[in-house]
């Protein structure tokens, strides 16, 4: 089992930023990639960006060039540094841990609120 905590969500003005932070314990040896997704009131809840533990990246094509994840295995923690914030960002975040041996399983955080202000 992989339990995730996130961090950093809040209120920000628009063009503004915020840096979302995730911390996993558990069995962690078993992730295989860390990442991101969002859901916004009324929408599907959407990918946002991710990180495998080579440091392969993948980002939802409206954050590119805005957002950035990164990762420390060490301190078992994915990060999400988000710049240019627009009131579209608005959306619940969760954490996401994925588990590809023997077969693909998420794990969720149960998620931090950012909300952007026009």
């Known amino acids: 089992q992989v339990q995730l905590v996130e961090s950093g969500g809040g209120l920000v003005q628009a063009g503004g930023s915020l840096r979302l932070s995730c911390a996993a314990s558990g069995r962690v040896r078993s992730i295989n990639s860390m990442g991101w997704y969002r859901q916004a009131p009324g929408k599907q809840r959407e990918l946002v960006a991710d990180?495998?533990?080579?440091?392969?990246?993948n980002y939802s094509d409206s954050v590119k060039g805005r957002f950035t994840i990164s990762r420390d295995n060490a301190k078992n923690a994915v990060y999400l540094q988000m710049n240019s914030l627009s009131p579209e960002d608005t959306a619940v975040y969760y954490c996401?841990?994925?588990?590809?041996?023997?077969?693909?399983?998420?794990?969720w955080g149960q998620g931090t609120q950012v909300t952007v202000s026009s």
């Open positions: 996401n841990s994925a588990q590809t041996w023997p077969r693909r399983f998420d794990y």
């Open positions: 990180i495998t533990i080579d440091g392969t990246t």
